[in-house]
């Protein structure tokens, strides 16, 4: 979440929840706001005033109204999903309230952790980015048409006239497809994909012809220079859409296995890299700052020794949760490896990126940790390292590296900076 974006808004309403002011605490660690109603009159009124991302309503309803009679009011002042805090309820309880409003059951005793990870999926899928498309037609007129249909049906686009310029616009606009026009006069877009698919940083990124071409062995010799379809160009409006949703949505999925670790959905440890050298090159390129930092859990195999493995895998999506939340829009979190993770701050100095990094640090040691009835802390150590003129990829993750290990020395739940 950036600096500027509000933080979503979660609506706690019940008489009272065992444990409310725990969850209230612990989403306001994990990057949401939580307000608590016990009065109908106090939350509707909250919520003609400022939408909340989700509402969670206990079972015992408010101190004025049942929940049954508070349902259909909030059903029609918030979109978002509605989560019904109860002890137990049986199937035929379940459809009842599903059909007056209620969107996800939470049971006592409340598990913080999973409904923190119910609440992380919603939010993803409340936030659904519109797709990039980039257009690559050397005709201004065909280009419009097609970049005008799939505004309209909500979508970024950029049309580009050169082809020999793709790359930019690759890099920065960093598109979901690249709708590709075979004949051009610099050069033809089979010619352009078999460039684009010598970088592998753009493997995922789908090429899709468009061309009057209607002969299906020079279609077939497009799609082998890099290309991944073949669709007529003037297509009909609905279809161009679906087809460019359908073909964005499947990339996007794929993208996501490719690139991100399963336990904490950051980055892997592979793309995590990539993206530093990347945003290595562009700093250089562009005199802009970068920062680096490595992030390692304080004994963490006394976690795992002392709670189980399972406990010590949610410490480590607790703090993956905490980073990519922090982060967005300002670089990218990745699991570097076990219990150990980097993060790249594009644009940042070193002390603006120690200061956020020390920022999580006091954030995440403040976190209440769970294993059945037993509640801990964890803590962490980080090294930041600022990229300077002589330096590559590798020499700012050792430099990140050695300050961290330094921080360990001396005592840990400390940030070190690397000052060269
Ligand atoms: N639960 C869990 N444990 C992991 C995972 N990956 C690595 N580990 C464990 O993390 C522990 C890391 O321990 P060490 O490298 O000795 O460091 P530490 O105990 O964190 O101590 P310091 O880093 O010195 O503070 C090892 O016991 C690994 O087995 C994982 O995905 N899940």
Redesign the pocket.
Known sequence: MNANQEKPIIYLSARKVQGGAELARQLTFFGFECQAFSKQSALLAAMYTRAPFAVLLGEAGLEDCTAEQILPLIGKLSRGPLLYLTSSLSVVQQIHLMKIGVSDFVYFPLDIQKLIDRLDVLLEQSMSIPYRVLIVDDSDAMGKVSANILIKAGMEVQVLKNPLDVFFPLERFSPDIVLMDVYMPQCSGDEIAKVIRQYTQFDSVPIVFLSTETNRIKQLMARSMGGDDFWVKNMPEEELIASVNMTCARYRSLRRWMSCDS?TTLLNHTHIIDFLERSVARSKKEALSLSFAMI?????????DNYG??I??QV?KSLARLLRQSINGEGAAGRY???EFAVVFTETSLVRAAQKVDDWRKRFSELIQSSNDIQFQVTF?AGVATLKNNMDAAQLIDAADSVLYQA?HAG?NQVGLHQA
Not at 296 to 301: G, L, Q, T, V, Y
């Open positions: 336990l390692d859990i304080d004994h963490f195999k006394k976690i795992n493995h399972s010590g895998d480590i490896g076990g219990e150590s360990k840990r």
